[in-house]
């Protein structure tokens, strides 16, 4: 099944950046509106740095298959689309170092996440075209990524119908 | 005098964001570039954090002028042009505490900055229409503003000519 992103479905897995529902300050003499805080990056180690990157994904192929997911132990990742479209985030819990059943979300192109660390989630699944974000995660010494694939693919024929 | 913004101009305050000339990494089995690290955002202080906000800016009124100028010395802040249109950066070497004469950069809406801690640099300046960028700076403990306003305000009027 796939949800609309929502930060109360999302809690477990991290942060959904968004306006609606932020704090508002409003700043430069009144020339700007601040949307505050949408999500804290965190980041883990010495000598790690918080480092912004863009992202340029590929759309993905239907029927999507789901079968490697990834996680980040020493740092979030933040995500916002550039590119305006919807997009699917998956994620999973963590079973004693396995990703348990993905968990899909679908996020409209006002809509960004933030992993909280170590946890599972599919690389970006762009829809529809080729996609930019702006990305802010982590550089430094230390592995930060852990990567595995499912036994068997996790189908997702039902985002066709739901989407389209 | 308004300049294109460039890394090299750029350079004595902080960093330019663009995919142009940027370390790429083909990653997620080959869906996805990566534009690596366009920027760095570094955080002083216990306890501080880094955030993700978006600001939405007014646009300048012509002529315009600039009156006050602001840094953050806990931080450096890092903003991506979410709206598309070109935007422009003043920023200003520090005298003793008192920010020099600004220097003015002309961004494309593919531009974004990221000003070192300390640097004065006037509020955002969106050129034509209200304009959404995605900010990355530190929230916690410590007195990370100054602003300042100049005697007497700095007329941009060469703005208009050279950019309409």
Known sequence: ?????????????GEVL?????????????TCKRFHSLAAVDIHGE??????????AEPVRFPLHLLMMERHPLGSQAFWPLSGGEWLIAVASDHDGIPGT????????????????????????ALDAVADFLVVDREGPGKNLEE?????????????????
């Open 1 to 13: 099944m796939i949800r609309p992103l929502t930060k109360a479905a999302f809690r477990p897995f």
């Open 18 to 30: 968004e306006i609606e529902g932020a704090e508002t300050r409003i700043i430069n003499s009144g």
């Open 47 to 56: 000598n790690a740095k918080t480092i912004v990157s863009l992202f340029r």
């Open 102 to 125: 993905p968990q899909v979300f679908r996020a409209t192109g006002r809509q960004g996440v933030c992993y909280t660390p170590n946890v599972w989630h599919h690389p970006l699944l």
């Open 148 to 164: 595995l694939s499912y036994r068997t693919p996790y189908a997702v024929q039902v985002i066709s119908e739901a989407l389209r």
